[in-house]
């Protein structure tokens, strides 16, 4: 079976739909919790001509991939009236990156985010783009608002390094939270300094991890071109998206069923414990944009 022809039903019948039970759960159990939406949007955006051959980003089609997908998710007329849908005047906003140096978010979606904030207009010195120094970082210690983006990748201690993840240096000791394949990441989430402030999640597809083995593991044979963008205001539903996408790359190349090990279930606690969205995919409106017929979901 190939890559481009590998669609939902396929992935189904190759992983059994058992290795998703770390990631969706119940539906009843997501159901359950009052805190969460009925249901959640996320855009899902590609394209073939964002990458070069090296693997680098173009910026204005990334640029362009971003606005698309705001555009779509907010049902908006244009890009900038999406953006106002995000943050407005008098917003203090800090963009939460990544900086692993392996698969660092790219500098080029960072300085459009950027660009588009200050288009809408925040002042530019109430801006910025951090990942380690956040708890000092003087912006970050005033906002208002925080935009989250970081590339997909397996990892050792949580399954996968999530948009839910990505908020973990706030918190001074990270290493407390490695418990249980970091099931209490969401816990995160609901600290002063970022609760609720949390205004736009950017998942980043275009060379996802889909497999490591050790701390901070990284091979080029476990990458791939998929040039994407997940995007969302719920980071339980944008990660549990990006999953879906990794487990069904998983089985393509191993060619069997190969959960993600560790269980990334931090996603479906996330959602289930600490009310931050849905996880369980027949709740999850699945918007797409570009090429679809190798997307694994």
């Given at each position: 079976m190939s890559a481009d022809r590998l669609n939902r039903r396929d992935f189904l019948t190759v992983a059994g739909g058992a290795a998703l039970a770390g990631i969706?759960?119940?539906t009843a159990a997501d159901a359950d919790d009052g805190g969460t939406p009925a249901s959640s949007r996320v855009v899902l955006v590609r394209s073939r001509e964002v990458l070069s051959d090296d693997g680098r980003p173009d910026?204005?089609?990334l640029h362009g991939m971003l606005n698309d997908?705001?555009?779509a998710l907010f049902s908006a007329s244009n890009a900038a009236a999406a953006w106002r849908r995000v943050v407005s005047p008098g917003d203090v906003v800090g963009i939460k990156s990544n900086v692993w140096r392996y698969l660092p978010t790219p500098a080029a979606l960072?300085?459009?985010i950027r660009a588009e904030v200050i288009a809408a207009g925040v002042d530019p010195a109430d801006?910025?783009?951090d990942d380690r120094g956040v708890r000092t970082n003087p912006v970050f210690k005033r906002a208002t608002a925080i935009i989250n983006t970081r590339p997909l990748r397996t990892h050792h201690w949580s399954g996968l390094g999530t948009s839910i993840k990505n908020l973990i240096m706030f918190v001074p000791r990270p290493q407390e939270y490695h418990g249980d394949a970091c099931a209490?990441?969401?816990a995160v989430w609901r600290l002063p300094e970022v609760e609720g402030k949390v205004r736009l999640n950017v998942l980043v597809m275009l060379t996802p991890q889909f497999h490591g083995v050790g701390a901070h593991s990284f091979s080029p044979e476990y990458i791939w071109p998929y040039g994407g963008l997940i995007v969302g205001t719920d980071p339980v539903a944008v990660d549990a998206t990006g999953a879906r996408i990794i487990e069904?790359?998983?089985s393509l190349h191993f060619g069997k069923q190969s959960p993600i090990t560790p269980p990334p279930h931090h996603i479906r606690v996330a959602g289930e414990r600490y009310g931050l969205g849905v996880s369980d995919p027949e709740r999850i409106e699945?918007?797409?944009l570009g090429p679809m017929d190798d997307a694994l979901i």
């Open positions: 969706a759960g119940s910026a204005r089609i997908s705001l555009v960072e300085d459009a801006v910025a783009v209490s990441l969401g069904a790359r998983r699945l918007v797409r």
